[in-house]
């Protein structure tokens, strides 16, 4: 087990909470010139450099200068938990003691990061773990980042991440601001992570007015359904249903600029005995009719105190094969690290008992 050692001053600036023009102007107010930057972001988003003194193209009286104002405070408190089919979940501790979840899901030839933009989360769908625990803050730009960086640590030798998915705790579009800011630095080619918009996806419950503001980023949207009926949808995501109502959600996906060559991808919950009847199979496939897109089908998975049950391999099977006669490109999301509550809807505290008996591998970093 390995604990932070670098005491380091709360006065100083952290680089990595820095945007470009922020980390621009420290730089000139140094005097020195602009391309120093792009330099010290390379350390910190190419390298995982920890520390000023690691920035080695640096003369030693800049990293000298550099160090009296600023630091590099990465978290170290990132406790990971190994699923029996190589899912992680990471939980990393911010600056205020509060956690954020972050998941590496290994699938055949992909390796996706789920990350979250938000502690606890401002909807309250009831299917959901982190939706019981209420928004607690919304995540800043950089801690999006670091759990990235955090989780790149983690790799084995050889694993790259291949995709990203905004799909972890909270709603990424009610944290917008850091949502863009932080895909700004991930897919920044010169100093930043340089991660393709493509391999990106950013999912939402349906806050629609805010669908348009996506389209610029380049990435990927993904819609979540869950229901076909205003009511029904009123029922299991009441919040994000009272701010748009199902019509407007759909409404806003039709409107919704997409890019040549792209699809919207609609992501449906399936609750046994709720939303997963061959009726509702029907109703889904007319409402999304002549929309560009796929669905993405997810059995419910499970947590202590959910009132909703996984329906049967087969009734998920027949909910397709309606779907898929209807000229729809539908999957099933495979449910990955349940053992180690990674899976969807599964993020978020739990009593800690509860938690510790579901919990195959402990590690710390
Ligand atoms: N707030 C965003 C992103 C987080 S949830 C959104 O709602 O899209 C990511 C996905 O997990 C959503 O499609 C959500 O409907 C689904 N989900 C939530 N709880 C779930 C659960 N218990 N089982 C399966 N999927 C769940």
Same mark, same amino acid.
């Given at each position: 087990m390995q604990r932070a050692h670098t005491p380091v001053s709360s006065s100083k600036v952290n680089l990595l909470s820095l945007s470009e023009p922020e980390m621009a102007a420290l730089v000139a107010s140094f005097g020195w010139p602009s391309y120093r930057t792009g330099q010290i972001f390379r350390w910190i988003y190419q390298r995982r450099a920890r520390t000023i003194a690691e920035m080695t193209d640096l003369s030693l009286g800049d990293r000298e200068e550099l160090n009296a104002r600023a630091c590099i405070r990465r978290t170290r408190d990132v406790v990971v938990f190994r699923a029996a089919d190589d899912?992680?979940?990471?939980? $990393?501790?911010? +600056?205020?003691? $509060? +956690?954020?979840?972050?998941?590496?899901?290994?699938? +055949?030839?992909? /390796?996706?990061?789920?990350?979250?933009? @938000?502690?606890?989360?401002? $909807?309250?769908?009831?299917?959901? $773990?982190?939706?019981?625990?209420?928004?607690?803050?919304?995540?800043?730009?950089? +801690?999006?980042v670091e759990q990235v960086l955090s989780a790149q640590d983690q790799l084995d030798t050889g694993e790259r991440l291949s995709n990203m998915v905004f799909m972890g705790m909270g709603e990424p579009l009610a944290n917008l601001n850091a949502l863009s800011e932080a895909i700004a630095r991930l897919t920044n080619k010169q100093w930043g992570l340089g991660w393709s918009p493509r391999r990106i996806t950013v999912s939402t419950a349906g806050l629609a007015s805010r669908l348009k503001d996506i389209a610029p980023l380049g990435v990927n949207l993904a819609v979540s359904l869950n229901a076909t009926t205003e009511e029904q949808r009123a029922r299991l995501m009441p919040a994000v249903n009272g701010i748009a109502p199902l019509s407007t959600l759909l409404l806003a996906c039709r409107r919704y600029p997409l890019a040549p060559h792209r699809r919207l991808t609609f992501e449906y919950v399936l609750l046994a005995g709720v939303n997963d009847r061959e009726t509702d199979a029907v109703r889904l496939a007319e409402l999304i009719r002549g929309i560009r897109c796929k669905v993405n089908l997810i059995p419910f998975n499970p947590f202590p105190g959910s009132v909703f049950r996984r329906p049967s391999d087969e009734d998920v099977a027949a909910f397709q094969s309606i779907l898929r006669s209807a000229g729809i490109d539908v999957f099933i999301r495979k449910s990955r690290g349940?053992?180690? /509550?990674?899976?969807?809807? @599964?993020?978020?505290?739990?009593?800690?008992?509860?938690?510790?008996?579901l919990t195959q591998i402990e590690s710390r970093c």
């Open positions: 899912t992680r979940k990471l939980i $990393l501790k911010l +600056e205020d003691g $509060l +956690e954020v979840e972050a998941v590496l899901i290994p699938d +055949e030839e992909r /390796l996706t990061l789920c990350v979250s933009t @938000q502690v606890g989360c401002t $909807l309250d769908c009831g299917f959901c $773990l982190t939706g019981t625990m209420g928004l607690k803050r919304n995540v800043k730009p950089h +801690e999006i349940r053992d180690v /509550l990674g899976a969807c809807g @599964q993020l978020g505290n739990l009593p800690d008992r509860a938690f510790r008996t």
